[in-house]
């Protein structure tokens, strides 16, 4: 028997208050999404006056960085390498992106799921997201 470690909702909801705080301390906007460990949603924030575009960018960033167990900044840099780089439709999935923001959350050393964070600045995006994982990894 496989068995898979999960966040449940209330570990998803701790990251995403957190998140929401600290983007609201900041004065800023910005939309959050958790999944399971297949990219499928658990939880959802968008902030009055984040980008609309954020709202699928975050939700696919989530996506990929669980289906692809590694950051979505990593995966980016890959497609984007000059001598090793593959363009990101290698996937063969439209919801793949490699901007930076999305990061797996593991628990007893398997990708539970994954958080992001976008609609402000790669390295906010990414700060905050990594800090949701850290509330919620085990």
Known sequence: MITQSTIDYAEARLALDAICAEILK??????IAVC????DLIAFARL???????????????YSAARERKPTKDIG??????????DIGYFGDPKFTGWGGG????????VAG?????GLPQTEDIEL???????IAG
């Not at 900041?26 to 939309?31: D, E, L, T």
């Not at 990061?103 to 398997?110: E, S």
């Open 26 to 31: 900041r004065g800023k906007a910005g939309v």
């Open 36 to 39: 399971d460990s297949h990219g």
């Open 48 to 62: 009055d006056g984040a980008p609309l575009s954020s709202i699928t960018i975050a939700i696919n960033k989530a």
């Open 77 to 86: 840099a890959a497609a984007r390498n000059p001598e090793k780089g593959f």
């Open 103 to 110: 990061v797996p959350i593991w628990k007893d050393g398997r």
């Open 114 to 118: 994954a958080i992001a964070v976008s």
């Open 129 to 135: 997201a990594e800090m949701g994982a850290g509330l």
